[in-house]
């Protein structure tokens, strides 16, 4: 195994050398190392693209227990609908499996996923997709997420990476005390890319969207640090407070948050894994070209309470 720091950027990590089918124990020990000194951001290079849906398990089950895939069982970035709701979760695994389909993996893309394919989707894959967390809208958000590239663009389509452990260290003290005790609500109503979820219908204003509150600052148990956790802005809202003085505050700490020298942009190639903890990273996905493919395979693991009331912060 050979470890570097990711070219241009001041955090995350890329490893090669790895092994999916013989993952070793002091394997996992370096990756954990590399994890936590660069901030939650690896990407695992390999010469060509995996084999399996298990090789990409086995990387995820490093970070955590595998998580099923969002949109798959309801709950878990699914709403119920018609008479879904007495249909237990082994039912609904089985029911996944029945049809020869694996509930731990999602695919992104304009890809069919059995034939790969190009498939017609909505227009709104192609444009710019808004920073986010991953999942922020639910109770229990998965800690760590991992897309394999399958099919890239020769150009467009990256991956924007935004370091909230380093925002929330460089957080001016005057904004720290306004946020302190403070709960964000990360809204439901749409997708990262701008679409409409299923179920779902636009909200009158922020106040009455749908979606889970969570601290503004909270703890990123696995290092002891302390992170902005902003999930994203679409419909975001400040608890308690007039829409006014919420979108004021929230436009503050997203200027603050998404400067240049807390972001990376990620440039795919074929075969690459990334892995980010969604405790620590704000992601998002630059425009691309219509008539290209991409295509991506992602999993995801279980996640944990988000906690408030964080350390101090560490100075970078």
Not at 239 to 244: G, I, M, Q, R
Request: with cysteine; proline share 6%.
């Amino acid at each position: 195994m050979s470890v570097r720091a990711l070219e241009g950027s001041k955090f995350g990590a890329v490893i090669s050398g790895v092994d999916p089918d013989n993952i070793t124990a002091d394997d996992k020990t370096q990756i954990w190392d590399t994890y936590r000194k660069r901030h939650g951001l690896i990407c695992f290079t390999f010469d060509q693209l995996l084999k399996s849906h298990e090789e990409l398990h086995q990387l995820t089950a490093i970070f955590g227990k595998n998580e099923f895939a969002p949109g798959r069982i309801n709950g878990i970035g699914k709403k119920a609908v018609g008479g879904e709701s007495g249909i237990s979760i082994v039912e609904q695994v089985a029911a996944i499996r029945a049809r020869g389909d694996d509930p731990y993996m999602a695919y992104i893309g304009n890809v069919d996923p059995t034939t790969e394919a190009t498939r017609p989707v909505d227009t709104k894959f192609f444009g710019e997709w808004e920073w986010h967390t991953d999942m922020s809208y639910i109770k229990t958000p998965p800690t760590f997420s991992l897309l394999h590239a399958r099919q890239i663009p020769d150009k467009g389509g990256d991956t924007g990476f935004c370091n909230m452990v380093m925002a929330a260290a460089k957080l001016p003290q005057a904004l720290r005390k306004r946020v302190m005790n403070l709960r964000l609500k990360h809204d439901s109503t749409y997708s990262s890319s701008g679409i409409l979820r299923p179920g779902m219908s636009p909200p009158a204003s922020p106040i009455e969207a749908q979606g889970q509150y969570h601290p503004i600052l909270r703890q990123v148990p696995s290092t002891g640090e302390e992170a902005l956790f902003l999930g994203r802005r679409t419909n975001g809202y400040i608890e308690d407070l007039a829409l006014e003085e919420s979108e004021a505050l929230l436009d503050e700490l997203w200027l603050h948050a998404t400067q240049p020298q807390f972001c990376y942009r990620h440039h795919w190639q074929a075969g690459q894994v990334v892995i980010w903890d969604n405790r620590m990273m704000m992601h998002m996905r630059y425009p691309m070209d219509e008539s290209k493919a991409r295509f991506m395979w992602r999993t995801q693991t279980k996640g944990e309470a988000v906690m408030a009331n964080p350390v101090p912060s560490i100075e970078l």
